[in-house]
């Protein structure tokens, strides 16, 4: 999924999307539930870690901006 369509989903706390998957409407047997844990896991975990890449580049970004202007 593009930055874009995860920008545009609702965001739900971890603990709550964990909650869905085990308390979900369908039963999931040990694999099923483990696969899809770890792929929700594995997920925000890539998200978090380019938000912060953007993050450190923005700042990186500001202070070259800084350093020619001075």
């Known amino acids: 999924m593009t930055q874009q369509a995860e920008a545009s989903r609702p965001h739900i706390p971890l603990?709550?999307?964990?909650?869905?998957?085990?308390?979900?409407?369908?039963?999931?047997?040990?694999?099923?539930?483990?696969?899809?844990?770890?792929?929700?896991?594995t997920r925000r975990e890539t998200l978090a870690y380019a938000v912060g890449w953007n993050d450190a580049l923005a700042t990186t970004r500001r202070d070259a901006?800084?350093?020619?202007d001075a």
Not at 15 to 41: F, I, M, N, S, Y
Not at 65 to 68: C, L, Q, S, Y
Request: hydrophobic share 40%; aromatic share 0%; proline share 3%.
């Open 15 to 41: 603990q709550d999307r964990l909650r869905q998957l085990l308390e979900g409407p369908a039963a999931l047997d040990k694999r099923a539930l483990l696969g899809t844990l770890c792929a929700e896991v």
């Open 65 to 68: 901006h800084r350093d020619e």
